[in-house]
C-alpha cells in the first residue's frame, strides 16, 4: 500500500486518515446518530454555515444530492431529513414571493416596493421544479418506512406544483392503498395510468388495488353473514324463550362465562331443539361450587348428580343423591325446592325463578342442615330489604 504524502502523514493509517476526514463538515456525506448541538458546537455551526453559502435553489439542490445519496444507501430517515432541509428552503421562497396572507378584519396594507433587481423566472421555476422533486423524493422515504399518511401528504404537495406528477400518483396510489383507502387509492392509480398507460409500476398497483378490494368485499360480505346468522340466531332464542314462559335477567356486573351460553342444541338454526344453561351447583354449607357448561331443559338435577358426587372435598359423605335438597331463588328473593328429578323445564317455565345473566344457580344442601340454612337464608333476605326478622 503506497505511503501517505508528507502534509498527511501524522502517524495514523490510511483508514484512520479517511474516518478523520469524514468528520468534517466538508466531508460528511451522512448525519451522525449521536450529533448534538450542546456537545458539538463548532460541528453544528460549520454544518450550518456550509449548508447556506449559496442561493437557496444552490442550497435545495445539494440537499436533494444529499438525499439521494442517502436513499440510494438504503438510509431512508436520513433521506428524508436531508429532503425537508431543501423543502424548508424553497417553501419559504414561495411564502416569501406570495407575501402575507390577507386578513379580513384590516385594511389592505400598501404595496410592497418593488425589488432593486427583479427575480429571474428562469430561477422560480427551476426553484419550483426542485421543490416538487423534493416532495416526491420525501414522499419515497415515507413510503419505506410505512409512515402512509406523510406519504399521501407529499405526494399532495407535488400534485400541488405539477398534477401530472407520475412518480407522486403511483406513490400515493401505494400509500392510499395499504391504508386501506381503495377508492382514493383507486383514482390516483387510474389518473397516473391515463397520463401513463404503459406505465409498469401503476399497472401493479393497479393490480394489487382490485386484488385487495376483491378481499375487502369478501370479509366484509362474510362478516355481515355472521352478524346477520347472529341476529336471526338470538331472535330465534329469544321466541324460544318466551315460548317456554322462561324470564331472563341481566346484572350490570354479569360473571365471565367465556363460550357458556344459553343456547339451542344440537341446531341453533333449528326452533325444535332443545334449550341449553350454563348452570352452577352451590354448596353454601361448604361454601364450595360445581359449573355444569350446558344443562338441557330436559335433564334433571339427579342425572348430573351422577357423575358430580361423590365431591372430592366431601370427607363426611354428606353429599349424596338421596340425602340433599335442592333449592333455586326466586324472582322476589325467596327459594322454591327443586325436586332431584324434575326436568328443568318445568322449573324454570313456571315464571317464579329468574335465569340471571345467563346461567342458572341452584343451592345444593345436606338434609340435616337444609332448615337451618332457609332460616337464615331468609334472614338474610329480610335484612337486605331493610326488615327486621320474625322471631
Keep these: 500500500m503506497p505511503a501517505l504524502p508528507p502534509g498527511l502523514n501524522n502517524g495514523l493509517t490510511i483508514e484512520e486518515t479517511l474516518a478523520d476526514m469524514k468528520s468534517h463538515p466538508i466531508f460528511m456525506t451522512e448525519l ?47 433521506a428524508k431529513e436531508f429532503y425537508a432541509k431543501g423543502i424548508v428552503l ?66 399532495a404537495a407535488t400534485l400541488r406544483l405539477n398534477p401530472t406528477n407520475i412518480k407522486a400518483l403511483y406513490r400515493s396510489a401505494r400509500a392510499l392503498l395499504l391504508l386501506d383507502k381503495i377508492p382514493s387509492a383507486d383514482d390516483a392509480c387510474a389518473l397516473g395510468l391515463s397520463l401513463d398507460p404503459k406505465n409498469a409500476s401503476l399497472q401493479a398497483v393497479a393490480t394489487d388495488i382490485i386484488a385487495r378490494a376483491t378481499a375487502l368485499d369478501a370479509k366484509r360480505n362474510a362478516e355481515q353473514a355472521r352478524l346477520a346468522k347472529v341476529r336471526s340466531r338470538e331472535a330465534l332464542l329469544q321466541t324460544a324463550l318466551r315460548a317456554r314462559g322462561i324470564r331472563m335477567r341481566a346484572t350490570s356486573k354479569p360473571p365471565e362465562m367465556e363460550d357458556a351460553l344459553v343456547q339451542l342444541v344440537p341446531d341453533p338454526d333449528d326452533p325444535h331443539s332443545a334449550l341449553v344453561f350454563p348452570t352452577i351447583l352451590l354448596y353454601p354449607a361448604h361454601l364450595e361450587s360445581d359449573f355444569i357448561k350446558a344443562f338441557n331443559e330436559t335433564e334433571c338435577l339427579e342425572q348430573h348428580f351422577g357423575y358430580v358426587f361423590p365431591l372430592p372435598w366431601d370427607r363426611e359423605g354428606a353429599y349424596v343423591g338421596s340425602n340433599v335438597e335442592c333449592y333455586m331463588e326466586t324472582s322476589s328473593g325467596g327459594l322454591v325446592k327443586v325436586g332431584r328429578k324434575v326436568p328443568l323445564l318445568k322449573v324454570l317455565a313456571g315464571g317464579n325463578v329468574e335465569v340471571v345473566d345467563n346461567s342458572v344457580k341452584v343451592f345444593v344442601v345436606p338434609k340435616a342442615k337444609a332448615e337451618a340454612w332457609v332460616k337464615g337464608f331468609k334472614e338474610k333476605k329480610a335484612l337486605e330489604r331493610g326488615e327486621v326478622p320474625k322471631p
Excluded at 458539538?40 to 444530492?65: C, H, M, S, V
Excluded at 416569501?96 to 430561477?123: H, I, T, V, Y
Excluded at 422515504?141 to 410505512?146: I, T
Design 32 to 78: 451522525a446518530g449521536d450529533l448534538d448541538s450542546e456537545d458539538n458546537p463548532d460541528l453544528i455551526a460549520a454544518l450550518q454555515a456550509l449548508a447556506y453559502e449559496g442561493t437557496p435553489l444552490e442550497n435545495a439542490a445539494n440537499f436533494k444530492e444529499q438525499g439521494n445519496e442517502s436513499f440510494k444507501a438504503k438510509r431512508w430517515a436520513d
Design 90 to 155: 424553497l417553501a419559504a421562497e414561495e411564502r416569501r414571493r406570495a407575501g402575507p396572507p390577507a386578513d379580513p378584519n384590516w385594511p389592505a396594507p400598501a404595496p410592497a416596493p418593488a425589488p432593486e433587481s427583479p427575480e429571474d423566472p428562469a430561477e422560480i421555476k427551476a426553484q419550483r421544479v426542485l421543490l416538487e422533486a423534493l416532495y416526491v423524493n420525501r414522499a419515497a422515504c415515507h413510503l419505506s418506512l410505512r409512515n402512509y399518511r406523510s406519504c399521501t401528504l407529499d405526494c
